[in-house]
Structure formats: structure tokens, C-alpha cells
């Protein structure tokens, strides 16, 4: 079963943030970034990325976490689709997908999706 990748919404015209965790990060050797369309996206008038590291002491050990976040500046419809979250180290790579549907903002129950060639209505909530 495959897992249904969470989503997030955005009025068409409005910022969009998208966020995202890692766990057991190991600062100074990470490298937190985010993609869209297999594509590494960089900071300028469009997109803002933060990325804020802090530890968790618990019994065993301190662990290092990662908060991130992507804002998408006056959302538009060629903003949709998938983007990555992604942490990587020497030790290996960590990937979270999140999903961008921009709305029209017009309706709060009902939008109109043209995904994959179907025509589809979508309920919120």
C-alpha cells in the first residue's frame, strides 16, 4: 500500500508554507534543502526557506532535529504539484513529499481538479 502523501492547500494569489521535520540530524554535516520537479530550489523573489536546528536530550542520548519550511510567495496555478523536504549527511538521505493544490478561493467546499486528464471534485475537510 502505497502512502498518501500529505497535502497541503493554497489560494491562488496568496503565500503557500510548506513544513517539514527531520530527526536524528546531525548539524554541521546536513544539508537540508527542498525540490520541486526533481528540481533543487533556491531562495529568491518567488521562494523563502527556513531551516532551524535544535537538540532533544532524552536518557539515551541528545538527538538533533531539523525544522523546515518553504514559502511559496503569490501562489499560482504552475506552483502545484509535488515538493521534497530533504535532509542529507555522509550517513545517508532523508525525503518527505508534500503536495501543493492551489484553489481559486471562491468556494471553500468544492474545487475543480484537472489531474491526470480526469476532471475531478474535490471536497475539503
Not at 533543487?40 to 527556513?50: D, L, M
Request: net charge positive.
Amino acid at each position: 500500500m502505497k502512502a498518501k502523501v500529505p497535502r497541503v492547500t493554497a489560494v491562488h494569489g496568496k503565500n503557500a508554507t510548506l513544513s517539514c521535520t527531520g530527526k536524528y540530524v546531525p548539524k554541521g554535516y546536513t544539508f537540508v534543502f527542498w525540490m520541486f520537479k526533481e528540481q533543487e530550489i533556491n531562495e529568491n523573489e518567488k521562494y523563502s526557506i527556513t531551516t532551524d536546528f535544535y537538540t532533544i536530550h532524552d536518557a539515551f542520548a541528545e538527538k538533533m532535529m531539523a525544522n523546515t519550511s518553504l514559502t511559496i510567495r503569490n501562489s499560482d496555478w504552475a506552483d502545484e504539484g509535488n515538493y521534497a523536504c530533504v535532509a542529507s549527511s555522509h550517513f545517508g538521505s532523508d525525503k518527505q513529499q508534500l503536495q501543493l493544490m492551489v484553489f481559486n478561493g471562491k468556494s471553500k467546499k468544492f474545487s475543480i481538479c484537472l489531474c491526470k486528464g480526469i476532471l475531478a471534485f474535490i471536497k475539503e475537510g
